[in-house]
């Protein structure tokens, strides 16, 4: 089996183009107790997207990556029903930044906030390549 080799974001000779979003604090109804089915949690979301450039940007919105349309599909994930695992949970954010085939690759961070007294927050990383 060939190793996949990760893309470098930003990478101008390779034409990629690093979109992100950074401390998306959303409110959601996530892990596997069961107060956590309906109470709502603080979780933070972090997204780097790896974007191949490809025609002239020529200031239009509809020639890239919009990171709003992207927070909106976030939110949406996460108010829609109650989820038991962070993972899953990142799975789910990277499968639709990679809906659109611009997206080479994308790497999520997802951390619930407030849940050791200690630790600011715990959480997951994952790194997803499209095709």
């Known amino acids: 089996m060939q190793a996949v080799e990760p893309l470098r974001i930003a990478d101008a000779r390779n034409?990629?183009?690093h979109v992100f979003i950074r401390d998306l604090v959303l409110m959601c109804r996530i892990g596997v107790h069961r107060h956590e089915e309906v109470q709502l949690q603080r979780v933070r979301?972090?997204?780097?997207?790896?974007?191949?450039?490809?025609?002239?940007?020529?200031?239009?919105?509809a020639n890239v990556v919009?990171?709003?349309?992207?927070?909106?599909?976030?939110?949406?994930?996460?108010?829609?029903?109650?989820?038991k695992l962070l993972?899953?949970?990142?799975?789910?954010?990277?499968?639709?930044?990679?809906t659109d085939e611009r997206v080479r690759s994308v790497r999520v961070r997802v951390e619930k906030l407030d849940i050791l007294p200690d630790a600011a927050s715990v959480g997951v990383e994952i790194e997803r390549f499209a095709g």
């Not at 919009?66 to 989820?83: F, K």
């Not at 954010?93 to 990679?98: Q, T």
């Open 15 to 17: 034409a990629i183009r």
């Open 45 to 61: 979301i972090n997204l780097d997207l790896a974007v191949r450039e490809g025609r002239d940007l020529q200031d239009d919105l």
């Open 66 to 83: 919009c990171y709003e349309q992207i927070a909106i599909a976030v939110r949406e994930a996460t108010s829609a029903r109650h989820i």
């Open 87 to 98: 993972e899953t949970l990142a799975e789910e954010i990277a499968a639709l930044c990679l």
